[in-house]
């Protein structure tokens, strides 16, 4: 039987590889999107989508989570989850439907009605899959979870390239979700080997209550803080100026995708084992943490000098304000690692009503952007944005020391190497604008390199040694 750490490993590859096979076809998929529709429709998909990601969280209600958290968990317990998100599912479509007339006159958007009535669906589709993949999740079979993402994202994005080719407009995004999320839950039920029987229990549900309701309002709170720049972009300035903003956003992820995404999605039900452990958990928690700061300032760097030909030559000249705002949003994501694996070591040792009720001042501080781009404009709202990002960085090392433990001094060492690099690399864009972005990008590669080479920094290290090894073994096929 494999080993944690081998499943660990095992899961973390075929996870980084579903993103990275999904994110390259949802890259491909995005630029052919962006040339056959404009930045507002864009924004308009935005502007429902706000609700829909809010709403969904009521579908899960928290009780993924706990499936993930728990050291043994019933069938009845399983069924009894899967009953109340089907039963949730319908209940949300319903009113989903119904409250297409309000949305479209909160923006006083006409056209926003019929999309929300299409979208109303959605979470009936969704409510099918929940407990499948958090079994799949907590048995760390991401293999399963990497090929139902991979073959949803293809064919839900095909069919939107097919429509938007046929002047169907935002309707095609809206047929490319629909039919990724079917297809996505269909593949879910051919792949897992759990299925549901008809049976419901109180007391199992009563068990977990209150680890999932901690987990929901947690949740929540973080859809509607997440949500709430684009809800208050659309409200406060125009389609265009959200599409704009969104498509900026969609590049950012791919810092966080690539860096700390998938070491996010192994590292709690992994952590969740090792609970009991205290040396062991932090071990793990560290060196997580390490590698994923590594790999988000060296990607964060190398994006934020490519932004320029990477949005026009990819998107086209009427993208040209995403740069500056991707340029901005990219600052702030560098050090979203420590920030999102804070709370994960938190729920994982069982605080999740501690991070609920810690996670309501982050949320609320997140709200400043928002309250600056009313006051004085869309530019301030960004500065805003990159400066509370930092600011939760410094809580959220904090809180870890205060509640776990960890150490403040290993967090700013991790932190100081890339910090240091990317401000040089910044250094280099403004000074050399004139220069080939394509040298500042070697150059940036090798300064950071260097750096980290300087101060030995175990990441570098870490991923080297790995690598060597991956090569020792292939060497001779």
């Not at 910090?419 to 150059?443: D, E, K, Q, R």
């Amino acid at each position: 039987m494999a080993s944690l750490k081998e499943k660990s490993i095992n899961a973390f590859v075929w996870d980084i590889s579903g993103t990275l096979i999904t994110h390259g076809s949802s890259f491909i998929i995005s630029i052919v999107l962006a040339r056959l529709l404009s930045p507002s429709e864009f924004g308009l998909i935005g502007m429902v989508m706000v609700f829909v990601t809010i709403s969904q969280v009521f579908v899960d209600a928290g009780f993924s989570s706990s499936i993930i958290q728990e050291k043994d968990i019933s069938e009845t317990l399983c069924n009894s989850i899967f009953l109340i998100n089907i039963l949730t599912g319908i209940f949300l479509s319903g009113v989903f439907y119904l409250s297409a007339g309000p949305v479209s006159d909160f923006y006083q958007i006409e056209e926003l009605e019929i999309l929300v009535q299409y979208f109303s669906v959605i979470f009936i589709i969704n409510s099918f899959n929940i407990v499948q993949v958090a079994i799949l999740t907590r048995e760390l079979n991401f293999k399963a979870l990497t090929i139902r993402q991979v073959i949803s994202n293809v064919i839900g994005g095909i069919v939107g390239i097919i429509l938007a080719y046929l002047n169907y407009g935002v309707f095609s995004l809206v047929a490319q979700k629909l039919v990724a999320a079917s297809i996505s839950t269909l593949l879910l039920w051919s792949l897992s080997s759990w299925t549901p029987k008809f049976e419901f229990s109180k007391m199992e549900i009563k068990k977990i209550f209150g680890f999932s309701s901690s987990m929901f309002f947690d949740k929540l709170l973080f859809a509607l803080s997440n949500q709430v720049n684009i809800l208050g972009i659309g409200k406060l300035f125009s389609p265009s100026t959200l599409g704009f903003y969104t498509r900026a956003q969609t590049l950012n992820e791919l810092v966080i995708k690539y860096s700390s995404t998938s070491l996010n999605k192994v590292l709690y039900p992994v952590l969740s084992k090792l609970q009991a452990d205290s040396d062991e958990f932090y071990s793990l928690y560290i060196k997580t943490v390490n590698i994923a700061v590594f790999l988000s300032f060296l990607i964060g760097g190398i994006l934020l000098i490519l932004s320029e030909p990477l949005i026009i030559s990819l998107f086209g000249e009427k993208w040209q304000p995403s740069i500056f705002i991707f340029q901005c949003l990219l600052l702030a994501t560098c050090n979203h690692p420590v920030n999102s694996m804070v709370a994960i070591s938190l729920i994982s040792k069982g605080y999740a009503s501690r991070n609920f009720k810690i996670g309501i001042y982050r949320k609320v501080l997140k709200l400043v952007p928002l309250v600056i781009a009313y006051l004085l404009g869309f530019n301030a709202f960004i500065y805003s944005f990159i400066c509370v990002d930092y600011f939760l960085l410094i809580v959220n090392i904090l809180i870890s020391k205060y509640y776990l433990g960890f150490p403040i001094k290993d967090h700013l060492l991790i932190i100081k190497d890339g910090l240091i690099s990317l401000l040089l690399g910044i250094l280099m864009y403004n000074y050399f604008s004139n220069a080939s972005v394509y040298l500042l990008t070697l150059f940036y590669m090798l300064i950071y390199l260097g750096i980290n080479l300087i101060f030995r920094n175990k990441a570098l290290f870490y991923l080297l040694n790995h690598f060597l090894n991956f090569i020792q073994k292939n060497k001779n096929l």
